[in-house]
């Protein structure tokens, strides 16, 4: 049952307060994540040969599984393939750091990191317990030959903010309608554009904004184009995207960058977050010591597929124990719920969205 909070017998302590403030650390907390990828040596036939090949197809998964973990919803069997797709060629730019297995019958010196770890990731020599910046420890484990098992730790808060700019993101449970005009030879990219519209989440409506104008046109290679193989005219694409008086603009030879570019622009603007993002006072009570205050707001910003941020504004004393009030960032307030019915019940606490507390001042 829900507690209420009785104005009258609420006593502030400050200083409490103010302690717990200083020690809760605001970072969003990252946990690594298991990979196992199996790779064929003897097999010509096999997408996977190497270690190296599969050490980077691990990245990959860890990397995807951590974005699907992120959305604040689920996507339907074809956009999570794109999304995937999406994600992969990304996936070295979000690993933060990997512990890799100890497998049998290969020496220690074959097990040195490859040239395609990723530039600030933290390898971890087989057998070995390290701690990673920011993280917890990882710990090396004995695999079988030719399965490479890893433990991943991601950039979370990276990844999600290439959800954002992709429109993924804010799009799980319905689409951002927007008008499309295709200049010219550019109406021969209704196919891409389509697969484009499918990953990002938009759907076209005519006479609303978003406005969308894509151009083509051929261009000369330039010197560095020529020595990179381009050696004829070739398209380059050109867009611009109209909403709310704003204009984003972007060219270039790939049709994708343009895209995202653009939406990039329209979902990380100031206000973007308007309509689907609600803010919510919580209300937690029932702990009998600091501590669980400090605890709850870790575990809190972690619950990253419903919570956007979570704020602690105070800590009160109740006549029955030490109360807290969190300013919540959510897209869904059902899931929140439920959450939060899931997960404090048991250990004898009680939540309201009242926000009773939070109003004084």
């Not at 997408?47 to 190296?52: A, C, G, L, P, V």
């Not at 919803?73 to 992969?88: D, K, M």
């Not at 799980?172 to 008008?179: A, E, G, M, R, T």
Request: net charge negative; glycine share 8%; proline share 6%.
């Amino acid at each position: 049952m829900k507690r209420n909070f009785v104005t009258p017998h609420i006593v502030r302590f400050g200083a409490l307060a103010m302690a717990l403030l200083v020690l809760i650390c605001a970072a969003s907390p990252v946990c690594a994540r298991m990979v196992e990828v199996n790779w064929s040596p003897e097999d010509e036939q096999a997408e996977i040969r190497t270690r190296d090949a599969a050490r980077t197809v691990g990245f990959k998964r860890a990397v995807y599984d951590e974005a699907l973990d992120l959305l604040p919803g689920s996507l339907n069997e074809h956009r999570n393939g794109l999304l995937y797709q999406y994600l992969a060629p990304k996936a070295a730019g979000f690993v933060l750091s990997y512990s890799e297995v100890v497998q049998a019958g290969i020496p220690q010196e074959s097990l040195a990191p490859s040239v395609d770890t990723p530039e600030g990731a933290q390898s971890v020599a087989p057998g070995s317990l390290t701690l990673a910046p920011g993280q917890g420890e990882a710990l090396s484990v004995i695999a079988a030959p030719n399965t490479l098992r890893m433990e991943v730790t991601v950039n979370r808060t990276g990844l999600k903010a290439e959800l954002k700019r992709a429109g993924v993101y804010f799009t799980v449970s319905s689409p951002q309608p927007y008008d499309l005009s295709l200049l010219g030879s550019a109406a021969g990219a209704w196919d891409e554009i389509g697969r484009l519209q499918a990953l990002s989440g938009v759907t076209v409506r005519r006479g609303t904004e978003p406005l969308l104008e894509v151009d083509t046109t051929l261009v000369e290679p330039t010197e560095q184009e020529i020595k990179d193989g381009l050696a004829e005219a070739a398209p380059m694409w050109s867009g611009s995207l109209t909403a709310q008086g704003r204009t984003w603009k972007a060219s270039n030879r790939s049709l994708e960058e343009v895209w995202f570019e653009l939406w990039g622009g329209f979902f990380t603007r100031p206000g973007a977050e308007a309509g689907t993002v609600e803010r919510v006072p919580l209300s937690v009570s029932g702990w009998y010591a600091p501590d669980g205050v400090q605890a709850f707001d870790k575990e809190l910003a972690a619950w990253d597929e419903v919570v956007e941020s979570a704020q602690l504004r105070e800590v009160l004393m109740l006549p029955d124990g030490i109360a807290a009030v969190w300013s919540v960032r959510t897209l869904d307030r059902a899931s929140l719920r439920l959450k939060l019915d899931q997960n404090l019940p048991d250990r004898g606490l009680s939540w309201d969205f009242s926000g009773q507390p939070e109003s004084r001042e």
